[in-house]
C-alpha cells in the first residue's frame, strides 16, 4: 500500500516533523532516518535533509516501514523488527543492490572506510553477504593500507580526498562504492584513478531506486538485513531539539558527525 511520506525539516535550532505521514490515523511514527550532511550550508533558515527509511507502528503490531520516491510517496511494508531497525533498511538495501549487481563474490576481501553510522551499516551488509570484510576509522592520506588489497572497497565518510584515497587501496580490476556522496566532493581524474586501472565505481543512493524485478529480490532479502542490523545503533554525537511531536508523546533525534546521519526515535511515553 502507498502512502504519503513524512515531511522533516532541519533548522539551526533542531529538526521539526512538519507531517507524520502514513495517510491512516491507525499510524503513529516511530523512526526515521535523515541524511543531514555536514555541507549543507543554511537556506533562508531551512537547511535540505534526505529522508532515507521511515517507520510506524500500525494497527495489528509490527512496524510499518519505507522510504519515499521522487514523489514523497512510501510503498508501506510490514515487518516484525523494531522501527530503529526498519529505517535502516533503505540504504542497508540499496548498498547490497550495488553489491549484487556489480556480481561481488562471497570471499571478496572488502574495507569499509568510515567510522560512523553508515560505516557500521555498510560493514554489517558486506558481511552479511559473504564477503570478508573490515573497517577502518578515518584514512591517513600519506599511508596505505597494510596487506593485500581488498577486491571492493566501501566509502562511507563522503569527506575530501577520501574517495581518491580508496580508490589507491583498491586492487586493479576491483569495485569501489561511494555511499556518502563522495563522487561530487572532490576533483577526480577518472582516466588515472578509475579507467586506467580498470576499477568499477558506483555511487550508492542513501535509499534504493528498484528496477524491474528487484521488489522479489528485497522481499527475500530483508530477513537477511534484519537479522544482520539488530545490533546497529547511532552512537553519540549531536542531539538536535525535535519538535513536532504530540504533547503526549517523547522523541529524541541522535546525528552523528561526521557523516550527518540522523535518527529520529518518536513515540515513546
Do not use: K
Amino acid at each position: 500500500m502507498w502512502c504519503q511520506a513524512p515531511r522533516l525539516e532541519a533548522t539551526g535550532d533542531g529538526i521539526r516533523i512538519l507531517d507524520p505521514g502514513g495517510g491512516d490515523p491507525g499510524l503513529r511514527l516511530r523512526a526515521a532516518l535523515a541524511w543531514w550532511p555536514d555541507t549543507a550550508g543554511d537556506h533562508r533558515g531551512v537547511i535540505p535533509i534526505t529522508l532515507a527509511g521511515v517507520a510506524w507502528d500500525g494497527p495489528g503490531g509490527g512496524t510499518h516501514w519505507g522510504w519515499p520516491d521522487g514523489e514523497g510517496r512510501v510503498e508501506r511494508r510490514h515487518s516484525d523488527a523494531l522501527p530503529e531497525v526498519c529505517v535502516a533498511l533503505p540504504p542497508a538495501i540499496a548498498l547490497a543492490l550495488a553489491l549484487r549487481g556489480d556480481g561481488v563474490d562471497p570471499g571478496s576481501r572488502c574495507l569499509v572506510v568510515g567510522p560512523g553510522y553508515l560505516g557500521r551499516l555498510a560493514l554489517a551488509v558486506a558481511t552479511r553477504l559473504g564477503c570478508r570484510a573490515r573497517g577502518i576509522a578515518a584514512p591517513a592520506a600519506d599511508r596505505s593500507i597494510e596487506g593485500p588489497r581488498p577486491d571492493i572497497v566501501i566509502e562511507t565518510t563522503g569527506g575530501p580526498g577520501s574517495l581518491s584515497w580508496s580508490l589507491a587501496q583498491c586492487r586493479d580490476w576491483g569495485a569501489v562504492f561511494s555511499c556518502g556522496a563522495a563522487t561530487t566532493a572532490e576533483p577526480l581524474d577518472y582516466y588515472a584513478d578509475v579507467h586506467r586501472r580498470a576499477l568499477r565505481l558506483h555511487q550508492v543512493p542513501p535509499r534504493p531506486w528498484l528496477r524491474p524485478g528487484e521488489d522479489a529480490i528485497v522481499d527475500r532479502g530483508v530477513p537477511l538485513l534484519v537479522e544482520a542490523l539488530q545490533d546497529l545503533r547511532s552512537e553519540g554525537g549531536d542531539r538536535p531539539a525535535l519538535q513536532g511531536l504530540p504533547p503526549e508523546e517523547n522523541g529524541v533525534a541522535i546525528r552523528e558527525r561526521p557523516g550527518g546521519w540522523c535518527l529520529v526515535r518518536a513515540g515513546f511515553p
